[in-house]
C-alpha cells in the first residue's frame, strides 16, 4: 500500500527501470538511475543535518535536477520547498525564516546567484546537487507517515509575507490516485510538466507520471517564455497528458501556430488556475475533437483541484460560464450565503468552501491566518473537519454543477450595486470577436475616477463602440466598462502563468 509519494516513484522503477522518468531540455534520466541517485542524495542530505521532518527548499530552475532533488527531499523523511530563483532576497529570506531551513540545494546554474540573495550563509548550508556523486544507492527504509508534510508551497500573502501552505503525503495520495483513475493514465503516456514547481499544478505533473510509470517531460523556462513554441514541443515530445492554465491555449490560438496535425498525440487536456473562456475552449474543441477537455478547480489548500467538469460536447452559443463541475471523489463543496448557512441548494450564490482529505493543514507557522481560512464544519463538533474558506464565489446550476462567480475581494461597490467584475468578464469573452479580455477596476479615493475598465484583445475591425454596444445587450448599463483598451501584445502574467492584474490595471488605467 502506497502512503509516501516517494513510493509512487521507488514503485515504477521497479516495473519499468530502463524507462525514461524525467527529461528536460536535452537532458534525461530513467527510473532507475533517478531512483538510485535520490537514494544516495537523500543519505547525503540526512549526513548534512536533515532530519525527519525538516523543511528543505530547492532553488533553481526547471530541470531534472529540480525532479531529483524533490525525490530526494521525500526520501530523506523531509518536506520540499521550491522556490523561484527569481525571488528576490527578501522574500527568500522570509521563507527561509519561516521553513528554519538548515540546508538548501542549488545546481551549477543558481549556486552563485542564491549565495549572492543570502546575507548569512552560516545559517544554512547550501548543496550543489550537480556537483554530488552517488555512493550507496540502495533502498532507504523511511520513518514518515502518510500524515507527515510533503511539500509547503508559499504564494502571496496580503501583508507582503509569503504565505506557506502545508500539504501532506495523504492529501497528494487522495488526489493523484483519484486523478490517474479518472484520466486513465498509463506507462503509456507522456504527461507534460507546463507549471512552475511552487506553482501547485505541477502536482498533477509529477506524481500522475510517478504513479503510472509514464515518462515526464519538463517545459523549461526558456521555452516557457515563449508560449508559440509549445505547438511543436507538444508535438516532438509526443505529450498525451497536458495540464495548464486556460491563458495559455488563449496564447496558443493567438499565435495562429496552431494546425490540424499539431496536438495529434494529446488525449487530455485539463485546465485550472483561471476562467476558461468558453470561446477558447470552443475553438480548440472544433479543431481538436478527439481531445477530452476537462475544466478544474481548486487552490493552492486543497491540493491542486476539488472539482472537475469533462466535456462532452462544444459549448452552447448561451454559455457564458463554463462550469467547474462537481466534487471530485473524496471531496465535498458547500455554499456559504450571506447569512453564514451552508447549503448545496441550486441558484443560491456564496462562498465556496470545501472539505475532504486533500485539505492543506495551514499556514507555516501562521496560526491566525489558518484559524481565519480553516474552520471547523458547523454542521458538528464531534471531531476534527476543517472547511477550507476559498474566497471565491459561486452558485449551483440546474444541473448540480458548481458555476464560478469571482472573488470575494473582486466584488466590488459602485455607483450603489454590489458588481462581480467575473461576470463582466465572462460576458466580455463571450462577444464575437473578442479574442481575450480582462476587467479591472479603479478603486480610487476620488469617487468621481472610480470606474470599470477592461483590456481587451479582439479582431481587427472590432472598435470601443462596437464592444459597448455587444455588452449592453448582455449587461446593465452600469455593469458595462467605461474604459476599454485595445492591445495585441501579449498580457502580463504572474510567475504562475495566470493574469497579472495590477499591471493591467496600470495598463487601462494609468497611474491613477
Not at 527531499?73 to 529570506?93: C, E, F, H, T, W
Request: proline letters at 5%.
Amino acid at each position: 500500500m502506497i502512503t509516501l509519494v516517494q513510493q509512487y516513484f521507488s514503485e515504477s522503477a521497479q516495473k519499468y527501470p530502463q524507462k525514461l522518468a524525467i527529461s528536460c531540455e536535452s537532458q534525461a534520466v530513467t527510473f532507475r538511475e533517478a531512483d538510485e541517485f535520490s537514494n544516495s542524495f537523500a543519505r547525503h542530505l540526512q549526513s548534512l543535518g536533515v532530519t525527519r521532518g525538516s523543511f528543505v527548499p530547492f532553488f533553481m530552475k526547471k530541470s531534472v535536477a529540480s525532479g531529483l532533488s524533490i525525490l530526494s527531499i521525500l526520501k530523506a523523511d523531509s518536506a520540499y520547498v521550491p522556490v523561484d530563483v527569481n525571488s528576490p532576497a527578501q522574500r527568500l529570506g522570509s521563507i527561509l525564516k519561516s521553513t528554519q531551513a538548515k540546508v538548501i540545494i542549488a545546481n551549477n546554474d543558481s549556486e552563485a546567484k542564491l549565495k549572492a540573495l543570502i546575507d548569512d550563509t552560516s545559517q544554512v548550508t547550501i548543496v550543489n546537487i550537480d556537483a554530488f556523486s552517488p555512493t550507496d544507492t540502495s533502498p532507504i527504509d523511511y520513518s514518515n507517515l502518510s500524515i507527515d508534510i510533503a511539500y509547503v508551497l508559499f504564494t502571496s500573502g496580503s501583508t507582503g509575507i509569503p504565505k506557506g501552505v502545508m500539504i501532506p503525503h495523504k492529501a497528494i495520495i487522495d488526489y493523484i490516485d483519484w486523478c490517474v483513475e479518472t484520466y486513465e493514465i498509463t506507462a503509456n503516456d507522456v504527461v507534460a510538466n507546463h507549471a512552475p514547481l511552487y506553482f501547485d499544478n505541477s502536482t498533477f505533473d509529477l506524481y500522475t507520471a510517478f504513479k503510472s510509470g509514464a515518462s515526464l517531460h519538463l517545459v523549461h523556462d526558456e521555452l516557457n517564455a515563449v508560449i508559440p513554441r509549445l505547438v511543436s514541443w507538444l508535438k516532438q515530445r509526443e505529450i498525451s497528458v497536458f495540464f495548464c492554465v486556460p491563458s495559455v491555449l488563449t496564447m496558443l490560438l493567438k499565435s495562429r501556430r496552431l494546425k490540424p496535425d499539431s496536438m495529434q498525440h494529446i488525449k487530455h487536456l485539463i485546465c485550472a488556475g483561471e476562467v476558461l473562456p468558453r470561446d477558447i475552449l470552443d475553438a480548440w474543441m472544433e479543431m481538436y475533437p478527439h481531445i477530452q477537455f476537462t475544466n478544474m478547480y481548486g487552490p493552492t489548500e486543497i491540493t491542486v483541484d476539488c472539482s472537475y467538469h469533462m466535456m462532452k460536447s462544444r459549448p452552447e452559443a448561451e454559455c457564458l460560464s463554463i462550469p467547474i463541475g462537481k466534487a471530485r471523489k473524496n471531496m465535498e463543496l458547500f455554499v456559504r450565503t450571506e447569512e453564514g448557512k451552508l447549503t448545496q441548494a441550486p441558484g443560491v450564490p456564496g462562498e465556496l468552501l470545501v472539505r475532504g482529505t486533500s485539505v492543506a493543514y495551514g499556514y507555516l507557522g501562521d496560526t491566525q491566518k489558518t484559524e481565519a481560512a480553516f474552520i471547523q464544519n458547523p454542521n458538528h463538533s464531534l471531531y476534527h473537519d476543517p472547511l477550507y474558506c476559498t474566497g471565491d464565489l459561486v452558485k449551483i446550476d440546474e444541473n448540480g454543477d458548481y458555476l464560478f462567480l469571482g472573488r470575494a475581494d473582486d466584488q466590488i461597490k459602485f455607483l450603489g450595486y454590489r458588481i462581480e467584475l467575473g461576470e463582466i468578464e465572462a460576458s466580455l469573452n463571450s462577444v464575437d470577436g473578442v479574442v481575450e479580455g480582462v476587467v479591472v477596476f479603479n478603486d480610487s479615493e476620488d469617487e468621481s475616477q472610480r470606474e470599470i475598465g477592461a483590456l481587451v484583445s479582439a479582431d481587427n475591425d472590432m472598435d470601443s463602440q462596437m464592444l459597448t454596444q455587444a455588452l449592453q445587450e448582455k449587461l446593465p448599463s452600469y455593469m458595462v466598462p467605461s474604459r476599454i483598451v485595445f492591445s495585441s501584445q501579449e498580457y502580463p502574467r504572474t510567475p504562475n502563468g495566470k493574469y497579472n492584474r495590477k499591471a493591467i490595471k496600470s495598463l487601462v488605467f494609468g497611474n491613477s
